[in-house]
């Protein structure tokens, strides 16, 4: 009986957010650690997707967008390579895969949100390999579900509301970008959302983050006021802080054909409010 959910990632910040998500709602799952599961590893694969899983839940994947630019290859195996190979182990098993696309995938020219049947055209490394995973998922015929977020935050891993609510702490200054503009994302709502998706029925390419949009500056500002008020959240230009990869300037994703099915995506703020007070250490 194919009522078993695997979920692959489990320990990274989305992964985690499914995990618990799972237990709460006593769902049986499965989760194996990176030495079990290896997208890397075509044999882990073939034997870790079994006629018993219904669901695969993919929250794995190569996330280091600057790292990527010097390691292409890597995030290659990673994010295409791999998923392609899991993409047709639950076609052969009939599994319906879920997996995790970003904003990357564009690059940023748009002056109005995404669509999800706009045309891929990524500005980095990372976004190319992403971009080839969705394509080798929809090119496998399996049945999946492929959502595409950006901005994503959550109580524990790595990502910019920790990172600013620390630095807040410890400096009395920080300088954020205004020029790029986008959606962030809360991990545990978009697990929320994802299975609330699949749940009706939903398949192909969609979009989910959080409500409403913002610059990573207005971002900080409001992580600051909540967590360290002192601090002066200053803004300046992305050309002020080069990095490997480049970043597209706007990646606001249209969320208007998940929210036509889920409802209207918790504003950005609520998330944030409610993912502040609960902040692991670092
Ligand atoms: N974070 C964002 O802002 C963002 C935005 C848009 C889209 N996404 C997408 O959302 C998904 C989840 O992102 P996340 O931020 O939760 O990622 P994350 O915290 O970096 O977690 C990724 C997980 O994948 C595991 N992993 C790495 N290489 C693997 C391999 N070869 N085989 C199996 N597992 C492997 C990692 O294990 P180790 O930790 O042991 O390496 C980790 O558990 C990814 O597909 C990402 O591209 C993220």
Known sequence: MNDRVLLIGSDGMLGRAWASMLRLASVDFDAPTLEEFDLTNADSIDAGITDRHGRVINCAG?????GAEGDESRALAVNATGV??????CRRVGATVV???TDYVFDGSATTPYATDHARSPLGAYGRTKAAGEEAIERSRCDHLIVR???MYAPWGNNFVRTIARLARERDTLRVVIDQRGRPCSAEHLARTTLALLNAGQRGIRHASDGGECTWHEFAVEIARLTAPDCHIEPCSAAEFPRPAPRPAYSVLDLGETESVVGPMIHWRSNLSSVVQRLEQE
């Open 149 to 151: 977020t950006s901005w």
């Open 99 to 101: 997996h995790y696309s």
């Open 62 to 66: 190569y996330t280091d967008v600057d």
């Open 84 to 89: 392609g190979r899991l993409a047709d182990a």
